[in-house]
């Protein structure tokens, strides 16, 4: 057995960490034997010099196991969970949940909340008045067995050391780390007991990778490792330059996602939710995946499925019969100056002015206001008119609407010429890759 100092010179001078090694790390840091400029030490030391593909899987399975696993043997196969690296306007799992759950496949998932630009589940979710999104492992397992699937907010009881490592990371400049990265993502998905996870590995300037080569490698990472921690994985690399779909703000996405469980499969954000369920549906052996997910929208089975979901975390049904709740006193809409062709729809811009109006958090104790938000109608490629709508924003009062109305023509660019529209899809691949 090493103690702390032995185990971060071995990686400060290049070495290779046994299994054993690595399992002594992580019992270290979940045991608190190790002391915080401890663990940093050697999450420097991982950030300069790396993990390779075995070492993060042994790390991945370490933190998995450094708690509890979400005992998922008495529900039906196959088990599914979903992940999102974050983006602005992604309200993918509020559809994509009970799509597949009505297909057949059992969905029991973790979400996070918001931190900056990109949006979290639990955040949107939270506006649904009466939702509770604090089940215990024990509730997540019951209510998955009654109707097929359940999401809570991160529990400490799965994965605990991925919480004290990340919280380290984030006030050690250490977060954009392959390694660091997979392994946390993984981690939590292995103890959330799932075998097939798609992973939406989110480009562009609303995202946290913000070039195909950086995303492409991400989602590299998370296959290759995920394959070998014994999970069938599949990762899209998908479009994050541009908001995803017609809504960014918390209340307005869950708004947006239940249109899409009506059927409204209209833009780019079904699109995507129609392309990832494609592809987890074909993972799992379903015949004529992509004919199977679209009928799953337009039949309604979705959207009962969404409605037992909801009733069954306590929430009021009502939000799917009106529009009318957690709405914003003001609403302004910004115009376009000319016409011609949208170029650019910046995500990153969008989802700052999102945030400023109070629809996101800098820093993690910051109170979120659910109503506020900007409906995007118009995406790279649109042909506008002059005075033609492009963005609705929705305000607390109307000081903080006149500014970001002003603030967001910055985020938008028309052009005198045809613009190409962007591929909500880029890349996929596959446990297969690697098996
Ligand atoms: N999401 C996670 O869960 N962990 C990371 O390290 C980065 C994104």
Redesign the pocket.
């Known amino acids: 057995m090493k103690d702390a100092k032995e185990l971060i010179t071995i990686k400060r001078d290049g070495g290779t960490y046994s299994e054993q090694e690595i399992q002594e790390i992580v019992t270290g840091i979940t045991q608190g034997s190790w002391a915080d400029y401890q663990v940093s030490a050697w999450l420097m030391a991982v950030f300069i010099r790396g993990l390779n593909p075995s070492e993060t899987a042994y790390l991945t399975l370490a933190m998995a196991r450094s708690g509890e696993t979400l005992p998922l043997a008495t529900l039906p196969k196959p088990w599914v969970d979903k992940h999102s690296?974050?983006g602005v306007g992604d309200k993918t799992t509020i559809v994509l949940l009970p799509l597949l759950a009505a297909c057949g496949l059992t969905m029991v998932k973790m979400s996070g909340k918001g931190l900056g630009i990109t949006g979290g589940t639990i955040d949107k979710l939270s506006t649904v008045p009466g939702m509770n999104l604090d089940l215990t492992p024990e509730e997540m397992v019951d209510q998955a067995a009654r109707i097929g699937l359940a999401l809570t907010g991160q529990t400490p009881r799965l994965a605990p050391a991925d919480k004290t490592l990340?919280s380290l990371r984030d006030v050690t400049a250490t977060?954009p780390s392959l390694p660091?990265?997979t392994s946390?993502?993984l981690s939590?998905k292995i103890a959330g007991g799932a075998e097939t996870v798609i992973l939406d590995v989110k480009c562009g300037s609303g995202a946290?990778m913000k070039s195909l080569p950086e995303a492409g490698a991400l989602a590299e990472s998370l296959v290759r490792v995920g394959t070998l921690a014994g999970l069938r994985v599949r990762a899209v690399v998908t479009d994050m330059s541009q908001p995803l779909g017609r809504s960014v703000g918390n209340a307005l996405e869950v708004k947006e996602a239940i249109r899409v469980l009506k059927g409204d499969l209209v833009g780019r954000f079904p699109e995507l939710c129609l392309a990832l369920a494609t592809e987890v549906l074909e993972d799992v052996g379903v015949a004529d995946p992509a004919t199977k997910a679209r009928q799953a929208l337009t039949n309604g089975a979705a959207l009962k499925k969404a409605k037992e979901w909801f009733g069954a975390q306590g929430a009021s049904l009502a939000v799917f019969e009106t529009e009318e709740w957690e709405t914003a006193p003001v609403q302004e809409p910004v115009l376009a100056q000319k016409a011609g062709w949208i170029g650019k729809v910046d995500a990153e811009a969008v989802g700052l002015l999102a945030m400023s109006l109070g629809g996101g958090r800098k820093k993690k104790e910051d109170v979120i206001d659910g109503r506020v938000g900007i409906e995007v109608l118009a995406a790279v490629g649109d042909e506008v008119s002059q005075g033609q709508p492009l963005f609705v924003i929705h305000a607390a009062d109307q000081e903080t609407g006149r500014q970001a109305s002003q603030e967001i023509e910055a985020a938008v660019t028309i052009a005198n010429h045809p613009v190409e529209q962007i591929p909500v899809v880029y890349s996929s691949l596959d446990f297969q890759a690697f098996a």
């Open positions: 690296t974050g990340y977060v660091l990265i946390s993502i939590k946290f």
